[in-house]
């Protein structure tokens, strides 16, 4: 199994940043496709940005491309969200989440197994 532990969330003005860490720990091997997402309230969770683990091309929702950047510490086994120029529509719970199986990347939610606790985001206009 994978262990997935996000932090670095909090409350920000509109135009502000944060950045997000997913520390990953257990089975996890290059090739495995990482995610971000996020879900607000009374809405569906939704995919933010992607990237496999060990590197890769990322990709990202359209909401949040040229804003937000996947990136990641192969030494720190960390994953990062930078997220840039902040918009109240941004709020919402994020996760981090490993699929538990080799394929493509990205993937449907249904296919990734292992997810972090979430780190609240709330951007405030």
């Known amino acids: 199994q994978v262990h997935l532990v996000e932090s670095g969330g909090g409350s920000v003005q509109a135009g502000g940043s944060l950045r997000l860490s997913c520390a990953a720990s257990?089975?996890?091997?290059?090739?495995?496709?990482m995610g971000w997402f996020r879900q607000a309230p009374g809405k569906e969770r939704e995919g933010v940005a992607y990237?496999?683990?060990?590197?890769?091309?990322?990709a990202y929702a359209a909401s949040v491309k040229g804003r937000f950047t996947i990136a990641q510490d192969a030494a720190k086994n960390t994953v990062y969200l930078q997220m840039n120029s902040l918009k109240p529509e941004d709020t919402a719970m994020y996760y981090c989440?490993?699929?538990?199986?080799?394929?493509?990347?990205?993937?449907?939610?249904?296919?990734?197994?292992?997810w972090g606790q979430g780190t609240q985001v709330t951007v405030s206009s």
């Open positions: 990237v496999r683990y060990g590197g890769g091309s990322p």
């Open positions: 257990g089975y996890t091997y290059n090739g495995m496709c």
């Open positions: 989440a490993a699929a538990s199986r080799s394929g493509v990347c990205p993937r449907p939610l249904a296919d990734f197994g292992y």
